[in-house]
């Protein structure tokens, strides 16, 4: 079975590598094909990278809180692009403060991501919540 494309990366201002190279680690020991584009990286930089490797999802990272700002826009963006559906996934502290993660998780999920990460999650959460997305363990 092909493995499936994964886009990684930290979005913005942000340069928290630590947890990216966890991620990145993690996601390709569980064997996905993983592209990642470090920190600082652009909403248009992940758009060019999944569009070159023919990716199955984008993973966002953000850590220092501005999540919110550096992702609006980015579904659209994508969509036309053409790469309407891929999956969207953010995760991290994407936003400024203490604030309820199920309201956060709606604002994210009305910007067009699939899946919200908040603080703490594990890379775990994140490979079991592609395995279902991608039917990964129906094609067994």
């Known amino acids: 079975m092909e493995k499936k494309k994964l886009i990684i990366g930290v979005i913005g201002a942000d340069v928290h ?6 991620l990145y680690h993690a996601f390709t020991a569980a064997g996905f094909d993983v592209t990642n584009l470090g920190v600082m990286v652009s909403q248009e930089e992940y758009i060019e990278a999944a569009l070159e490797t023919a990716a199955d999802a984008i993973l966002v990272s953000s850590l220092y809180g501005h999540g919110e700002l550096d992702c609006r826009g980015f579904r659209d963006k994508c969509d036309e692009a053409g790469l309407k559906g891929i999956l969207l996934y953010i995760g991290g502290n994407i936003v400024v403060g203490k604030q309820d993660l199920t309201e956060v998780e709606k604002r994210f999920k009305a910007m067009g991501f699939d899946r919200v990460f908040g ?11 592609l395995r279902e997305d991608l039917h990964m363990d129906a094609a067994k």
């Open 119 to 129: 603080p703490g999650s594990s890379p775990e959460a994140g490979i079991q919540a």
């Open 17 to 22: 590598a630590v947890g990216n190279k966890i």
